[in-house]
C-alpha cells in the first residue's frame, strides 16, 4: 500500500492492537474525540456495544449522537481513540502501534461490514426501489445480477414492499422509502446497522411503519445502533439506553433503569421534556 499517511486525526499516538475475537458485531469505542475547529463534539467516549445487541443513543440536538453514530463507520474521522468492529479498524491501518488512514477504496470495502440508514433515506431516485437495492452487492461483485435481483426481491418483500420493486422513489411515500433504505442496507449482509434518527423525517402517520421493521430486525439479533427521539421505542426495543450531553455518554443502562428512573440530573430534565 503506497502514499498511505499518518492519520492526522491521531498526531502520531499509539494505540494498542485490538484483541483478535470469533464475534460478529462488536463494536470498541475507546476515548473517541471529535472537533469542529475550537468545538469540540465527542469529548473521550468509551463505549461497548456487543454482538445482536440493540443500543439506542439519546440525548439533545447537539449532544454529538449523529457524530458518533457516523464515526462508527468513518464517514466522520476523529481526532483522538480508536473505534473497531470485530477487532477491525474501518477507516485506519494498525502498523505496528501506529495508525495510518487507508485509501478510499479500502475504506470503501471495509465500510461495507456496517449498513446505515439516513434520515433522509438518500436513495438514487434514478433507480427504482430493486435497482436501489441491489446497486452495492453487483458493483462490490458480491453476487451476480440474477443472485442480487432475487435477494433484493426477498429483502423487500420482508420490508413490506414486494409490489413496489419497480416504483422509483419519486411513487414512494416516505415511509416506503426509508423501508426501501433499510433493505439496500441489508443487501450486503453487514454486521452492524446504524440508523440515524430514521423517522425523523416521516409524517407522524408513517412512522409506525418503520418503527415495526426495525422492531423485527432486533429481534433477529443483528447488532443495532439507533440514533432516536422516540423514547417509547427506545424504551421497548433497546437492550440499552446511552444518554449523552455534550459530547459525553451521561448516563447508560437498561431502558427500565435510564427512562424509568435515571439517576443523573441532566437524564431528568431532558426526560421531563420529552415524555
Known amino acids: 500500500m503506497t502514499d498511505t499517511r499518518l492519520a492526522p486525526s491521531f498526531d ?21 474525540s471529535k472537533s469542529y475547529g475550537s468545538h469540540e463534539v465527542l469529548h473521550g467516549i468509551d463505549l ?10 439519546l440525548g439533545p440536538s447537539g449532544s454529538g449522537k449523529s457524530t458518533l453514530l457516523r464515526a462508527i463507520n468513518h464517514l466522520e474521522s476523529i481526532d483522538r481513540g480508536s473505534i473497531t468492529i ?13 495508525l495510518f488512514e487507508l485509501h478510499e477504496a479500502e475504506i470503501l470495502r471495509r465500510r461495507t461490514q456496517v ?13 427504482t426501489a430493486i435497482e436501489n437495492v441491489t446497486a452495492a452487492p453487483i458493483a462490490l461483485k458480491r453476487a451476480t445480477k440474477a443472485e442480487a435481483l432475487a435477494q433484493a426481491r426477498t429483502l423487500l418483500e420482508r420490508v413490506g414492499l414486494g409490489d413496489k420493486a419497480d416504483h422509483y422513489p419519486r411513487q414512494l411515500s416516505g415511509g416506503q422509502q426509508q423501508r426501501v433504505a433499510i433493505a439496500r442496507a441489508l443487501a450486503l449482509k453487514p454486521n452492524v446497522l446504524l440508523f440515524d434518527e430514521p423517522t425523523s423525517a416521516l409524517d407522524p402517520e408513517l412512522v409506525g411503519e418503520v418503527l415495526d421493521v426495525i422492531r423485527e ?22 437492550d440499552r439506553v446511552v444518554f ?6 451521561i448516563e447508560e443502562g437498561a431502558p427500565a433503569a435510564v427512562l424509568s428512573n435515571p439517576k443523573n440530573a441532566r437524564t431528568k430534565e431532558f426526560l421531563r421534556k420529552v415524555l
Open 12 to 32: 502520531g499516538i499509539a494505540v494498542a492492537a485490538p484483541p483478535r475475537r470469533a464475534v460478529s458485531g462488536l463494536i470498541e469505542i475507546r476515548g473517541v
Open 48 to 57: 461497548t456495544v456487543q454482538p445482536g445487541q440493540v443500543v439506542a443513543l
Open 86 to 98: 470485530d477487532g477491525q479498524f474501518i477507516g485506519y491501518e494498525l502498523r505496528g502501534d501506529r
Open 115 to 127: 449498513g446505515m440508514v439516513f434520515q433522509n433515506f438518500n436513495l438514487f431516485p434514478h433507480l
Open 217 to 238: 430486525l432486533a429481534k433477529e439479533g443483528t447488532t443495532l445502533v439507533i440514533v432516536t427521539h422516540e423514547i417509547g421505542f427506545a424504551r421497548e426495543v433497546a
Open 244 to 249: 449523552l450531553d455534550e459530547g459525553r455518554v
